[in-house]
């Protein structure tokens, strides 16, 4: 027996391996290459870019039907959260904000993998519970290996807004699924 359920689950653990190496392997270059995009005027532009990008993979991720009408208004009322929430963040230094996108990915890819784990007839207790607990030690994780790094620290705020991240996607793939299985039981059809 393997240990993945299923080939989508070993895509997704492994992408969240991916994102992971990505995120931890830049730490101890993050502020100069932050300060080289300042330096040239490309930081606002390089953050929107991977913020979309960010979006665009978490919506393939939630995505597996045509949405309806419903579900069109929980991905826009998703979108006006997490645009509020970057233009708070911004209020310190832009690079706040990439903790919005970073972990909302890493968040999104434990849950959906814990979700496929689940459908294909694995015990997972409460997968959203648990992708939250996951994706916040990995906020710590970050932190901590920030605490070992010259010129960088370990930051309360940093895991707040790692948790904010994990959170919102979290609860945005619930709304989400919550909506579809409203949906499909006035329409009397299968679930999916």
């Given amino acids: ?24 392997a830049t730490l101890g270059h ?13 930081l606002t532009e390089a953050m929107v870019f991977a913020s979309l990008v960010t979006l665009v993979a978490i919506a393939v991720l939630f995505v597996r039907k045509r949405p309806g009408r419903a579900e069109l208004a929980v991905w826009a009322g998703i979108l006006l959260v997490y645009l ?3 233009l708070r963040i911004g209020v310190g230094t832009p690079e706040e904000r990439t903790h919005l996108f ?3 990915l890493v968040a ?12 294909n007839g ?12 996951v994706s916040i030690l990995l906020g710590w994780l970050d932190e901590g290996i920030q605490s070992l790094l010259p ?8 895991v707040l807004f790692n948790t904010l991240a994990a959170t919102t996607i979290i609860g945005a793939r619930c709304a989400l699924e ?6 499909q039981a006035r329409r009397g059809g299968p679930r999916y």
């Fill in 84 to 86: 509020m929430a970057w």
């Fill in 122 to 133: 694995r015990r997972v207790p409460a997968p959203a519970i648990l992708a939250l607990i």
């Fill in 151 to 158: 010129n960088r620290v370990h930051d309360m705020m940093d």
């Fill in 178 to 183: 919550f909506v579809r299985r409203r949906v």
């Fill in 102 to 104: 970073e972990y909302s």
């Fill in 108 to 119: 999104a890819l434990v849950h959906e993998a814990l979700l496929e784990r689940q459908e």
């Fill in 1 to 24: 027996m393997s240990f993945f359920s299923s080939r989508r689950e070993r895509r997704l653990w492994s992408a969240l391996v991916i994102v992971l190496v990505a995120i931890y």
């Fill in 30 to 42: 993050a502020p100069a290459i932050a300060a080289m995009l300042r330096e040239r005027n490309k």
